[in-house]
């Protein structure tokens, strides 16, 4: 997987940052300055470096001046991060060899679609099962899950769905609920009775319930969590953190 080093010293941006990425499949380093930042490029020769315009010691363009002049690293796309847009800033990043810009705070889809063009696409292996007819819900669920990189396995119905989960092995398993379906809760059951499928953590989601109503049921049938709707793609990132990334 495509290495990222992002040169940033706010810890709540840089884990904002460093979960987005590395939800999407790239593997992801973090430095808090500049000369560390330098020394780790050197090392690790990443394939693009997101550089913090303001860091402690040493200013954003002194620190891409320098890495843009080091034989090991003056062929790493770097893209600058900051608050600060002012067009002659802006301007003079440019001028001295930054490619790109990012301004804080990061919107997910710019970010992955920025690292996308330096670093290329991550080669996911996560997969994913959807438990879902087609709806509104479900498209959008399947969206969010292409943009991070993974594959998606949708399966109509929960009857007869505990073979094709087997044979998948999905990383995480979505469920859609309308209400108290006791086909839906038998499968959660299977899945968790069964000793080679008990690890998938399983999540459901709803458009249709309310989300005491989908909590209370997510509890009683034995599921691991479930899905506020429309979906936040930040929550979503932290459960594909937080549930496929650990089985990595």
């Known amino acids: 997987m ?8 706010d810890p709540i941006q840089s884990e904002i940052i460093r979960r987005l990425l590395q939800s999407a499949g790239y593997v992801v380093l973090v430095s808090r300055k500049a000369v560390e930042g330098m020394e780790t490029a050197k ?11 303001i860091l402690p010691g040493m200013h954003g363009l002194e620190a891409a001046i320098q890495l843009l002049e080091m034989p090991e690293t003056k062929n790493i796309p770097i893209v600058a991060l900051s608050g600060m847009t002012i067009p ?13 810009f990012l301004k804080k705070p990061t919107e997910p889809q710019h970010l992955l679609k920025i690292v996308e063009k ?52 999905p ?28 690890f ?10 309310a989300r005491e109503q989908l909590s209370s049921l997510a509890q009683e049938a034995g599921a691991d969590g479930f899905l506020d709707y429309p979906f936040d793609y930040s929550s979503l990132t932290e459960i594909i953190n937080r549930s496929l990334l650990s089985d990595e």
């Open 200 to 209: 998938i953590p399983i999540f459901l989601f709803s458009s249709q319930l």
């Open 118 to 169: 330096y670093a290329g696409k991550p080669k996911r292996q996560g997969v994913v099962a959807i438990i879902s007819s087609v709806s509104a819900a479900y498209t959008q669920l399947v969206m969010h899950l292409t943009r991070m990189h993974l594959r998606v396995e949708s399966i109509p119905s929960p009857e007869g769905a505990l073979a094709p989960i087997a044979q998948i092995r």
């Open 43 to 53: 090392r690790e020769k990443p394939a693009l470096i997101i550089l913090d315009m």
């Open 2 to 9: 495509a290495k990222i080093l992002l040169i940033e010293d």
């Open 88 to 100: 002659k800033f802006v301007e003079e990043c440019y001028r001295v060899g930054i490619k790109d």
């Open 171 to 198: 990383h995480l398993v979505f469920i859609e609920v309308y209400a108290k379906e006791k086909s839906k809760t038998d499968l959660i059951r299977q899945i968790k009775a069964d000793k080679n499928l008990a």
